[in-house]
């Protein structure tokens, strides 16, 4: 009886690892279409406020409310940023809430949802997205090749939806351990980094070696330098900690706040899709577009030492804070890096008044990540997906600096972990 046992038993690892695979390359596909389509319905969006400004003032709001309705008559757990959705699929893999949450037609919601939100010009990234559409693909696949369903097999699909999302592998690995596993065991790490690999091997076979935001050398010379590049760091992450811990602060306290005026906003979705979407409209038309969507180019352009308003980041916030409240999906990935590039903007202008001798792509880079640890509280995902976006190895001290000390001023800011707290509400 011992051979068929092992046969058996050898029989179903194989079936396990071939379904970790396949699922993998099909969410990497998945999440580069994704990218694609979200890169598009930006550019259409530009090109329709460039043409029609004010229809751009009716677009946010019709169509938060158009999205908000859809998805809670067809997919209610297709809300906001997937993220804690996952988190909570992760704890009962098997049960109903997980069904739902990771069901591929809640991933296809997600999906055009979130891409309906760009197109109407939301503060909104297809991160935090990828990472429920990806966790959905992988159970999926799962379920066809009759393999059990495990915690590894849901935070693989969601690691592998960030490393395809951002082209980042470290990141996505980083991110599952400091985020998606309360326990991370050596067993799913290896799932992980192999669903990670695939991703990783098929985006780069699509796409190319490309960094998120060009490769960028901010190059520190001497011990005197490196010491000032470590105490912007420390200043930008106060800065970061401080709002990006009021961020997160903003939006557990809406959904979890039992009376008053959010309790009654709460039980008016669609009206208050509406509200959301007017103010999204209205602080893109004010900021002359700098507040729409995913902030990439202004980003992008501050980090090579390029200019922007001084209203690209306040804007930029309120903007997030709009879209991220309004219940449609979209994630708060992207548009957190551009407000912490916005931080790293207002820092950059004292610390080159004061020291000309620095980059001011340097201080934005620091900036971006302490507002990204401030709202996520996970610094080794911050460093290392700053890192990895810049190809920039030589920033990692400062890097540090402003993780950590933003990770610690918004504990003092918001005690409660912005994606855990929230995943309470799948579970």
């Not at 596909?29 to 990218?35: D, P, Q």
């Not at 998606?180 to 980094?193: H, I, N, P, S």
């Not at 980003?299 to 390029?306: E, I």
Request: glycine share 12%; hydrophobic share 55%.
């Amino acid at each position: 009886m011992a051979i068929p046992t092992n046969r058996a038993k050898l029989a179903t690892q194989l079936r396990s690892r071939l379904a970790a695979l396949t699922g993998a390359v099909l969410l990497a596909f998945v999440a580069i279409g994704f990218a694609r389509c979200g890169d598009w319905v930006q550019a259409v969006f530009a090109r329709t406020n460039a043409a029609h400004p004010l229809a751009s003032l009716a677009m946010a709001p019709l169509l938060f409310m158009a999205v908000v309705w859809i998805t809670r008559r067809t997919a209610p757990l297709a809300r906001g940023s997937g993220i804690p959705q996952v988190m909570a699929a992760a704890e009962h893999p098997v049960g109903i809430a997980a069904g739902q949450s990771l069901g591929l037609g809640t991933a296809t919601v997600k999906f055009f949802g979130t891409l309906a939100v760009l197109v109407a010009g939301g503060s909104a990234g297809r991160e935090g997205p990828s990472v429920q559409i990806g966790a959905a693909i992988m159970r999926a696949v799962h379920r066809w090749m009759r393999v059990p369903l495990t915690s590894g097999i849901v935070i693989a699909g969601g690691a592998a939806g960030v490393a395809a999302a951002f082209n980042t592998p470290l990141a996505g690995i980083a991110f599952a351990i400091e985020e998606l596993a309360a326990a991370f065991e050596q067993r799913v790490a290896m799932t992980v980094m192999a669903a990670v690999m695939l991703a990783g091997l098929v985006s780069l076979s699509l796409d190319g070696d490309y960094i998120y935001f060009g490769a960028m050398t901010a190059t520190i010379a001497g011990t005197k330098m490196l010491t000032l590049m470590i105490g912007a760091g420390v200043v930008a992450g106060v800065f970061g900690g401080l709002l990006g811990g009021g961020f997160a602060r903003i939006l557990i306290a809406f959904a979890w706040s039992q009376g008053g005026w959010i309790a009654r906003m709460r039980k008016r979705p669609i009206v208050l899709a509406g509200a959301c979407g007017v103010i999204v409209a209205a602080t893109g038309y004010l900021s002359d577009g700098q507040s729409w969507g995913t902030g990439y180019a202004t980003t992008r352009a501050l980090l090579s030492g390029g200019a922007a308003p001084l209203s690209f980041g306040p804007t930029k916030f309120i903007a997030t804070v709009a879209t991220a409240l309004s219940g449609a999906p979209g994630g708060i990935f992207a548009p957190s890096l551009s407000v912490g590039a916005g931080l790293g903007q207002w820092l950059s202008v004292a610390f080159t008044w004061f020291f000309p001798g620095i980059a001011p792509g340097a201080i934005v880079l620091v900036g971006v990540a302490a507002y990204f640890t401030g709202v996520t509280r996970a610094p080794l995902t911050a460093v290392i997906i700053v890192m990895e976006m810049t190809a920039d190895r030589g920033m990692i001290l400062p890097l540090m600096a402003a993780a950590l000390v933003a990770d610690a001023v918004s504990t003092l800011v918001c005690k409660r972990k912005l994606y855990h707290a929230l995943s309470l509400q799948f579970r």
